[in-house]
């Protein structure tokens, strides 16, 4: 039983706040939101800073709803569909980090969008943003494809991102987005 | 015409859409599983509307939050409203919220309709 002990020290020691592992739906998301909302509230946390992490929480969270719905995991696969979410909080910012498996064949090229993302300034990812936004339909998915170019528009800061193979198709998608406590 | 009123969720936003009393709101958090499918009868309405419009229609939104599946559908919203003359958008935002003004700015860079800036 050492495992409980030893995961609520790192737990404390990585300064998290809130970790969740499983499915994911709309239902997880809007408990996890409320959850992670009530702790920024009694936290007494400046309303600008709470707004830019539920932001960013919000778009973490569906964005993993959409794409864990989306992958028929074949039978008897040890690769487990499940996802994990956390928020960590230390003095001077909040990191929202997630996890979940993705296909192979989808790193490359998520990975040059996000260096992409990454490599634009304030108004090159508004540009993006508005571009996208005219030009795109909804997905089947739901998804208008804005959600990483907001993620870094509210935070301000790059995607921090690496992949972890799971197996011969699948990898594990690790995405952090840090948000600063303190104004610059 | 049929007044919309939907209640506001913790994931829906409240809209109230009343011909007869000139009240057009939509307020709220926004964030739903299915943006299309929630805004759908939002547009079904304007469009009807459009061909019996009111002379003039202040169309308000005030949000406190919005994800970004719905933002693409506030652009689908304020294009519907963009051909109904005598529009005006009032776009409430916190004093404190940059982001939701900025935001409000952007979308009324993307549209040929005149843009109120209110704080609440």
């Known amino acids: 039983m050492n495992y409980i002990y030893d995961l609520h020290r790192t737990m404390m020691s990585q300064k998290l706040i809130l970790v969740y592992d499983g499915d994911f739906t709309q239902e997880t998301t809007k408990s996890i939101l409320a959850m992670a909302e009530r702790n920024l509230d009694s936290s007494g946390e400046e309303s600008g800073i709470k707004r830019k992490v539920f932001n960013v929480m919000v778009e973490a969270l569906q964005n993993i709803v959409k794409h864990s719905s989306e992958q028929g995991l074949t039978a008897g696969s040890l690769v487990s569909k499940s996802a994990i979410f956390m928020i960590s909080k230390d003095d001077k910012k909040y990191c929202v980090m997630t996890g979940n498996p993705i296909p192979k064949v989808h790193v490359e090229k998520l990975t040059g969008n996000l260096n992409d993302l990454n490599s634009k300034d304030k108004e090159g990812l508004k540009e993006m943003y508005k571009d996208i936004i005219k030009n795109t339909q909804i997905s089947e998915k739901g998804g208008a494809g804005l959600g990483f170019v907001d993620m870094a528009r509210k935070s301000g800061e790059k995607l921090e991102f690496a992949f972890h193979s799971m197996d011969a198709e699948y990898d594990f998608f690790c995405l952090k987005v840090n948000i600063l406590r303190e104004k610059e | ?120």
């Open chain 2, 1 to 120: 015409m049929e007044i919309l009123n939907l209640k506001g969720t913790e994931d829906t936003p409240t809209i109230l859409l009343d011909k007869k009393n000139g009240i057009f709101e939509i307020s709220g958090r926004s964030l739903p599983e299915d943006s299309a499918e929630f805004y759908k009868p939002v547009i079904e309405w304007i469009n009807a509307y459009s061909s019996e419009a009111n002379p003039t229609t202040e169309f308000a939104f005030k949000l406190e939050y919005f994800n970004t599946a719905s933002s693409k559908l506030i652009l689908d919203v304020l294009s519907a409203l963009e051909d109904i003359k005598g529009m005006k958008v009032v776009w409430y935002f916190h004093d404190d919220d940059e982001d939701m003004e900025e935001a409000g700015q952007e979308f009324s860079e993307l549209v040929e309709i005149p843009f109120e800036f209110k704080t609440y």
